[in-house]
């Protein structure tokens, strides 16, 4: 069997079990992610024993993380963010920090080593942006208030993963913290303010009136065409820039929000985000 048809089994053996998975959990009245969720354990516990896969599924898995987050930052605004940012930011940093103090404490008494506990407590600080996004979606809590700063705290969680990736091995001694590491750091902060400041500029400016030409056009494919192209872009450019490409196709989300596309965007990408979701 070559290759392309080795792919094609792949993703019918994981759309057959989300889909097992998604009719089990419908069946209790369970959140179809649970369904997911659970047709994932049996995917990793039974049939990956069976059969080798590709690359190919991890990258889809990632497409469906990035459409996810860009459809919600459809559903979300600038006007949301900037309602909750300081909340989101202190809330995040507090978190972040009382986790990874709070698992230094603890696991030593369980046999982890201080080394073993503060890596498991960084682990530990960070949410999966993609499963609460999707659970908050499905609940219809995502315009709420506590929905909104759930959110901040997810986007300061992910911005997080930067720093802690550099911090990290110097921290638990695999490698010597000198000036070289501190200017990483710098660097990567610099990028991610520059990242949020262009996201600011174009979403009140260039994109919302680019949208609202293409949606004038009353061409679907071209819509279509046009918002997938800017959301897999911008989480590649993020990726490039060393942040996480989730982060990219939220804030270019986030961009659309704010034009009068908005509404004939979502309906052209859910289809899309959700069959990809289903596979990461």
Do not use: C, W
């Not at 201080?114 to 995502?142: M, N």
């Amino acid at each position: 069997m070559n290759d392309g048809f080795l792919f094609l089994r792949d993703i019918v053996l994981v759309l057959g079990i989300g889909f097992i998975g998604a009719f089990v959990a419908k069946k209790f009245r369970l959140p179809l992610i649970l369904g997911y969720l659970l047709g994932g354990f049996v995917f990793g516990a039974v049939v990956s024993s069976r059969f080798t896969f590709g690359a190919e599924l991890q990258t889809l898995a990632d497409i469906g993380v990035a459409l996810l987050l860009f459809t919600l930052g459809l559903e979300f605004s600038l006007k949301n963010l900037e309602r909750v940012k300081h909340i989101a930011v202190y809330g995040g940093a507090l978190q972040i920090l009382l986790t990874i103090i709070s698992a230094f404490l603890v696991l030593p008494n369980l046999g982890f080593t201080g080394k073993e506990s503060l890596f498991l407590g960084s682990v530990f600080a960070l949410s999966s942006t993609a499963v609460v996004v999707k659970i908050l979606s499905d609940k219809g809590e995502l315009e709420t208030l506590s929905g909104e700063i759930l959110v901040g705290i997810l986007i300061v969680q992910d911005l997080a993963v930067v720093p802690l990736m550099i911090l990290l091995p110097q921290i638990l001694g695999f490698e010597t913290f000198g000036f070289r590491n501190i200017l990483t750091i710098i660097l990567s902060i610099a990028k991610a303010a520059g990242i949020l400041a262009a996201t600011f500029f174009l979403g009140r400016t260039i994109v919302p009136i680019l949208l609202t030409k293409v949606v004038r056009l009353n061409a679907r494919e071209l819509l279509l065409l046009s918002v997938v192209f800017l959301a897999l872009g911008a989480a590649y450019l993020a990726n490039i820039l060393g942040l996480p490409a989730s982060i990219g196709a939220f804030l270019a989300g986030l961009l659309i929000s704010e034009s009068i596309a908005t509404h004939a965007v979502f309906s052209e990408v859910r289809p899309l985000r959700d069959i990809f979701s289903i596979i990461f």
